[in-house]
C-alpha cells in the first residue's frame, strides 16, 4: 500500500537542530495530511505538527516558534526543521500519512536524542 521512509534523526546537544526527512511511496494521492508525532518513553503518542498538501500547518504548542513544518509535494516529502532543541523533545519521531477513507499510515520511526 504505502511505505514511509524516515531520515535525519541522531544526537545533539541542547539548543542545537536536526531536519527530519520522510518520503512516502505507494498509492499516494493527492489529497492527504502529512505530520510528525512523537513518543517519549512511558508517554502516549503525540501530534507534532502536520501539513495538508494544501499548506495549512498545525504544532503542538510545545513546538511553536521552534520547529517548522514543510513539504514537497512533487517528491511526496515532509520535512521537520527542529530548531533550539530541548531534552524534553527527546523521543521516536514518527512520520504519518493520512489519505483520509484511504487509510493512514506510518513510519517506523527515528530516534531524537537531545542532550543537556
Known amino acids: 500500500q504505502v511505505q514511509l521512509v524516515e531520515s535525519g534523526g541522531g544526537l545533539v546537544q541542547a539548543g542545537g537542530s536536526l531536519r527530519l526527512s520522510c518520503t512516502a511511496s505507494g498509492s499516494i494521492f493527492s489529497d492527504n495530511v502529512m505530520g510528525w508525532y512523537r513518543q517519549a518513553p512511558g508517554k502516549q503518542r503525540e501530534l507534532v505538527a502536520v501539513?495538508?498538501?494544501?499548506?495549512?500547518?498545525n504544532y503542538a504548542d510545545s513546538v511553536k516558534g521552534r520547529f517548522t513544518i514543510s513539504r514537497d509535494n512533487a517528491k511526496n516529502t515532509v520535512y521537520l526543521q527542529m530548531n533550539m532543541l530541548k531534552p524534553e523533545d527527546t523521543a521516536v519521531y514518527y512520520c504519518n500519512i493520512n489519505l483520509f477513507f484511504r487509510g493512514k499510515y506510518w513510519g517506523q520511526g527515528t530516534q531524537v536524542t537531545v542532550s543537556s
Open positions: 501539513i495538508s498538501s494544501g499548506g495549512t500547518t
